[in-house]
């Protein structure tokens, strides 16, 4: 009897455990009926900023209305929910695949913009490794080859600057750090990429006063007197350039050498012509 009484209590939690999993499945299931009803729905939770509820809705979407139109801005609007969360990583996979899935769509331009956003919103100070703010360059470069003429594109071009300027302080304290260990050729290579390549940013001025000091460090009076003149030539009016023309005016004078006495050649003497003999 007891035996008994132990199955049906087994039982009675089967069957209630089972009416509860339905119900879970019933209440996480979509609550609506056409793909176009469920992207309202998710855009609703957008605007209150449930952006997790909001995520669901868009992947149901998805899963149930994959031929649907409203599926594919489903997609977008997934990656755009989950980069509002700062699920970078998830909203980047998201991104590429729908730009390898619909290239040609009329989002296509927006979905590599936000694809770039999301690498360039991880963007680190500039003592950490640089890695994704290359990735940021990278993805920056590609809308602007790709969709020049869009609002996109003109954010991304303002963005670059952004980034190149933080790749050249990433190469700016790399550089300081070896000057200040006297290690001269390598803060000069540091030095000398920055002026090569990040031109326009901030830090061009302060890149060139440094090739100064390490330059002079190695005696190179000529080569720091080039740099010397570049800085002056485009920053005038900078500390930088300050900072050089004290640091050049306090050389001293250079050593005039005695010039050499030209050595004169003698030309060898003519041998006597000799007489011719007499004849008889």
């Avoid at 952006?51 to 809705?57: D, G, P, S, T, W």
């Avoid at 999301?118 to 890695?131: A, L, P």
């Avoid at 200040?180 to 030095?191: E, V």
């Avoid at 900078?238 to 004169?264: C, N």
């Amino acid at each position: 009897m007891k035996q008994w009484q132990r199955w049906l209590g087994v039982a009675a939690i089967s069957v209630a455990i089972a009416g509860c999993a339905g119900e879970d499945r019933e209440d996480s299931g979509p609550e609506f009926k056409s793909a176009e009803e469920g992207y309202n729905m998710a855009m609703d939770a957008m605007q209150g900023r449930s952006y997790k509820k909001a995520i669901l809705h868009f992947e149901d979407v998805e899963r149930l209305f994959p031929y649907s139109p409203w599926a594919t801005r489903a997609t977008l609007m997934t990656a755009y929910a989950n980069y509002k969360i700062g699920e970078y990583e998830i909203a980047m996979a998201v991104l590429e695949r729908f730009v390898r899935l619909h290239p040609g769509n009329e989002l296509a331009p927006y979905a590599y913009y936000l694809l770039a956003i999301c690498s360039y919103e991880q963007i680190t100070d500039v003592g950490r490794d640089q890695k994704v703010t290359e990735q940021a360059q990278i993805a920056l470069t590609e809308v602007v080859k790709r969709f020049p003429n869009t609002s996109y594109a003109r954010d991304a071009k303002l963005k670059l600057d952004l980034v190149d300027d933080h790749l050249a302080g990433k190469e700016m304290t790399i550089g300081r750090y070896y000057l200040k260990r006297q290690d001269y050729l390598a803060a000069i290579n540091r030095f000398k990429y920055v002026v090569n390549n990040y031109q326009t940013t901030s830090h061009t001025a302060e890149a060139l006063h440094r090739l100064v000091e390490a330059n002079l460090a190695l005696g190179l009076r000529d080569e720091a007197q080039r740099n010397a003149a570049v800085l002056g030539g485009n920053f005038p009016a900078s500390e930088w350039y300050r900072r050089s023309f004290a640091l050049m005016q306090d050389l001293p004078p250079r050593e005039k050498r005695p010039l050499p006495i030209p050595t004169v050649e003698k030309k060898p003497e003519a041998e006597p012509v000799p007489v011719p003999p007499v004849s008889g």
